[in-house]
Nanobody, 122 residues
């Protein structure tokens, strides 16, 4: 069982930056692939970024590549999402997820956090 708690969201102007954190409980954090998804009002949940168990492999959706960076610290049971050059289109609830396989599909993840709101004003 893994419990995930996100933090770091907020209101920022376009062009600004935020760093999201996702703290995981349990002693098997390093066994999980970790991902970030987001969901805007009235829209489906969409994949943002994924990071492998050791942190050596990452993958991003096209619209955030070059602006967002996912990382993890297995000693701290935490995964991060550094978001730079934010755009109003990035406004959403951001959720972290843990799973046993790398995937861009939300059903492949077993554990989810409650989400943190990111709002980017123009």
């Amino acid at each position: 069982q893994v419990q995930l708690v996100e933090s770091g969201g907020g209101l920022v102007q376009a062009g600004g930056s935020l760093r999201l954190s996702c703290a995981a409980s349990g002693r098997s954090f390093g066994s999980y692939v970790m991902a970030w998804f987001r969901q805007a009002p009235g829209k489906e949940r969409e994949f943002v970024a994924v990071i492998g168990r050791s942190g050596g492999t990452t993958y991003y959706r096209g619209s955030v590549k070059g602006r967002f960076t996912v990382s993890r610290d297995n000693a701290k049971n935490t995964v991060y999402l550094q978001m730079n050059t934010l755009e109003p289109e990035d406004t959403a609830v951001y959720l972290c997820a843990a799973g046993l396989r790398g995937s861009v599909q939300s059903p492949d993840y077993d554990y989810w956090g409650q989400g943190t709101q990111v709002t980017v004003s123009s």
